[in-house]
Every structure is written in C-alpha cells, then in structure tokens.
C-alpha cells in the first residue's frame, strides 16, 4: 500500500493561519506587533530568495518585517554593531542573520552575539544548551517543523523508535534532542555509521538530513515507517532537455513510499515548515518578552 503523503504546504499554511491569528491577538488586546529582523550581508542568490520570502511572509502574518542588507565586504565590526542595535530595538523581537555570511566573517561570533531570547534560528549556544538540557529555550526552525508533523501524524510519539541520519548542529542534533523531549528512542546515525542500512530498518521513524541525493532507498525503511526527508538536493534531469535539473530528497521517494506508512515529499514536505516556524519562533519569543501566554500549538 503506497504510504500517506505529509504535506507540508498544506500544514504550514494552518500553522501561518495560527500565527496570524495570535498577532492579531496581541495587537488588538495587548497593543504589540510582533517584529522580525532579518540580516543579509552579500549577494547570494539563494539567500536573496529565502530572505525576500521571509520579508513577505512576516507581513502577510501581520508582524512588522526589518530587513537589513549590507555589503558582501561589510566589517565584522559594522555587523556585530548592527545585531547590538537589534538587540536593544524592543520593537524587534526576532533576529535572524541569514547564512551562509562571507567568508572573512566569524558565523559562531555573530550567532553568538545575538541576545538569545530573539535568537529564533535556535542557533545560539544558550539555546543549543537549554534545549539539550530539556530547558525552555528557542527551537531551530526545521526540526521545529519537522516535529510538529510527526506529532500531528502520530499524536503521541512516546515509545517510538527513531533515527535521525545527519549530525549536523542546524538539523540532526536538536532533532535528536526534541525526539527525545517526547520520549522516542533515538538514535543518530550517520556516514560512518556501522551496518546504517539495518540501523534505519529498526525504526518507526526516519528523519533523513545527511544531504545526499536519494542515499536512502525503500528496503532501508520498515514496513510502516514514518520517513521524513530534511533533503533538498538538485540533480541533473536529462528527461526534462538539455542543462535541466530537478529536487531530490536524501530518500528515494518513489521506493520509500511504497514501504512506508507516510512520508514527505521534496519538494513540498518539510521545506515549507522552515519559514512557518520561524514565524512561530518570532511570536513566541515576543509572548515571551511580554510575560504574555505562549501560542498554542506553535512551541515544542
């Protein structure tokens, strides 16, 4: 039987409804706009879309959109002075610095010297660790999603055994953590993995993000399996003309999803749920500054 498709447009426009719904709440009984400031320095055209993106989704939730672009040879100084100015700006309630930042500019450095109450990329070294330690912290925003649809899918996830295949800072370890924070059984598998192929067989959930097109085929995965892929991978697509390409996942989709019980698609699965939850992260984190009720159902 084919597996159930996730669909993560689907489910992050009810999430942006959400969101939508509580700024309109603080606006009208507690006079707050919620406010997101997003840093570009450079000329990345990837960036450039994802930020553009971001700037329209803030509005049309009814938050206020700062958008700050510098220079691909802006100072590190002129940068952290900048973040200081946002840090103190009580009309800003979110920072992001969009990555990756050039080359001559310290990433650590300036993630860290964002305050880590706006940090609502959950990158912070304050937030890696509050989150590790199972604290009330800021939750990077693809794992955030990605939770959020495992728990809308299976309701209660307490038991589940999970493997989560990538170790990166941004997507496998707070995945792993906030699997955990629900009383799954994790483990974190990667490319020096032992016998990867009957580690990911075991479990009752996949969360691929080791950013390898298509490395995950369908007899790696449990017959029933939840399978999301964190995956965005372009390959060449010679069936669509010369010089074309198209989106892969680190799954192979089309065997995968004749084994699992449910899976994301790329695209359209979890890559919608990045900039949902960043506008989540940002309401929350004004609730918070405010001593107001967090959003229900936008939080881990």
Same mark, same amino acid.
Request: charged letters at 20%; aromatic letters at 2%.
């Given at each position: 039987?084919?597996? +159930? ?25 507690? %006079? ?7 840093? #570009? ?56 610095? +969009?990555?990756?930042? *050039?080359?001559?500019? =310290? ?13 609502? =990329? ?6 890696? %660790? ?8 800021? $939750? ?19 038991? #589940? ?15 792993? +953590? ?16 032992? =016998? ?27 017959? %029933?399996?939840? $399978? ?38 790329? *695209? ?14 940002? $309401? ?12 229900? %159902?936008?939080?881990?």
């Amino acid at each position: 039987m084919a597996a +159930q498709i996730i669909d993560g447009k689907a489910f992050s426009a009810r999430i942006r409804d959400k969101v939508a719904t509580h700024v309109a709440r603080l606006k009208d009984e507690h %006079g707050i706009t919620p406010g997101l400031a997003v840093v #570009l320095v450079g000329e990345d055209p990837a960036s450039q879309v994802y930020v553009r993106n971001k700037g329209k989704q803030t509005v049309e939730a009814g938050m206020n959109s700062i958008e700050h672009k510098l220079a691909a040879d802006t100072s590190e100084e002129t940068l952290l002075a900048l973040v200081d100015k946002l840090n103190n700006d009580e009309q800003v309630h979110g920072i992001l610095v +969009q990555l990756p930042l *050039p080359k001559h500019l =310290d990433e650590d450095l300036v993630i860290n010297s964002i305050d880590p109450a706006k940090d609502v =990329d959950g990158f912070h070294i304050s937030n890696v %660790g509050l989150l590790g330690t199972g604290q009330k912290s800021m $939750v990077p925003c693809t794992p955030l999603g990605c939770l959020m649809m495992l728990r809308d899918h299976h309701g209660n996830l307490s038991g #589940l055994d999970a493997v989560v295949i990538g170790r990166s800072n941004i997507v496998g370890k707070p995945m792993a +953590q906030l699997l955990l924070g629900d009383s799954c059984t994790v483990t974190i598998a990667h490319s020096r993995t032992k =016998d990867l192929p009957d580690v990911v067989r075991r479990a009752d959930i996949v969360v691929a993000a080791v950013g390898r097109p298509e490395m995950v085929p369908g007899d790696w995965i449990k017959p %029933g399996a939840t $399978v999301i892929d964190v995956g965005i991978n372009r390959i060449e697509a010679p069936e669509k003309g010369e010089g074309k390409s198209r989106l892969v996942g680190d799954c192979h989709f089309e065997s995968c999803a004749e084994v699992a019980g449910a899976i994301t698609p790329v *695209p359209g699965g979890v890559g919608p749920m990045t900039i949902a939850c960043l506008l989540a992260n940002t $309401v929350t984190a004004c609730c918070r500054a405010n001593g107001l009720a967090e959003p229900d %159902g936008l939080t881990a």
